[in-house]
């Protein structure tokens, strides 16, 4: 047999290869990464905080409020951003100003990240989720123990960030 233990998958990995069908019977992970910004003396700046959690994906990273749905309770993709970024920073998004600009989903062999692999390779359905949305309040310091302190940076200065970058920026 093989190591997730699906009947299906063993009989698909012995079909022919068809690189637009969707397995769906893979489990499938949902992620998103959000993008405040705001603007300061005509300038655009995006809020940001490094990971200090050692033992957490990206340590010493910088991110915006991001997050894995819950997919014990099936969480929509979109509700998993709000919920985050509440988590995150306290920060109540507005739907009518959450502007999603990029979703993709892939096959991934490893569960929350959004690696592209051979088809037959796969063992998840990942799809990841970046949105906008206006900074209209300031962030509360909520997650001590996983994020430093939010800061601004300049979408100018980005480039001198790039590496400290989670991979999604």
């Known amino acids: 047999m093989n190591d997730i233990g699906n009947e299906n998958l063993f009989q698909y990995w012995n079909n022919l290869y068809n690189e637009y069908e969707i397995i769906s019977f893979l489990p499938e992970r949902k992620m998103t990464q959000l993008i405040l910004f705001t603007e300061i003396e005509n300038e655009i700046c995006i809020l940001l905080a490094q990971r200090i959690n050692p033992n957490k994906d990206f340590y010493l990273k910088l991110n915006g409020p991001r997050g894995k749905a819950i997919y014990e309770k099936n969480e929509n993709i979109d509700v998993c951003v709000i919920r985050e970024c509440f988590e995150e920073a ?54 001590p123990h996983t994020l430093g302190p939010w800061d601004l940076y300049k979408i100018k200065d980005l480039l001198k960030h790039r590496n400290e970058l989670v991979p999604i920026l």
């Open 90 to 143: 306290e920060i109540v998004l507005r739907n009518e100003k959450l502007l999603k600009m990029f979703e993709e989903t892939c096959y991934s062999t490893k569960e929350w990240r959004a690696e592209p692999c051979l088809q037959k390779e796969a063992k998840y359905i990942v799809t990841l989720a970046i949105y906008l949305h206006p900074l209209e309040e300031l962030p509360k310091h909520t997650e």
